[in-house]
Nanobody
Framework: QVQLVESGGGLVQAGGSLRLSCAAS????????MGWFRQTPGKERTFVAA??????YYADSVKGRFTISRDSAKNTVYLQMNRLKPEETAVYYC??????????????????WGQGTQVTVSS
């Protein structure tokens, strides 16, 4: 199994940027599909971005602003978030799922999850 620890969250002004990190241990991240999701109280956890087979995927709402990447040497996945909006305030979660043919945006397809990191975008 893989253990995931997110970091990099915090308070940022609208229009600003943050880079989230997801450090993995126990397994190599390149051998998993890696995704980022976000969730606010009372709302469903929603897909943000993922990388699988070196192919990247993004929710329509973040295309052009967010970038997911991997650093194999550090066994870490990143989410660069630019031009953040207040409505994107949420707990952001890193997740890992098996390589295979499945819907990348479905949270139920991911087996391992980090504890989450809070991102707050002020207006």
């Amino acid at each position: 199994q893989v253990q995931l620890v997110e970091s990099g969250g915090g308070l940022v002004q609208a229009g600003g940027s943050l880079r989230l990190s997801c450090a993995a241990s126990g397994r190599t991240v390149s051998n998993y599909a890696m995704g980022w999701f976000r969730q606010t109280p009372g709302k469903e956890r929603t897909f943000v971005a993922a990388i699988k087979w070196s192919i990247t995927y993004y929710a329509d709402s973040v295309k052009g602003r967010f970038t997911i990447s991997r650093d194999s040497a550090k066994n870490t996945v990143y989410l660069q978030m630019n031009r953040l909006k207040p409505e994107e305030t949420a707990v952001y979660y890193c997740a890992a799922g098996p390589l295979g043919d499945w819907t990348i945006s479905e949270s139920g397809n991911y087996q391992y999850w980090g504890q989450g990191t809070q991102v707050t975008v002020s207006s």
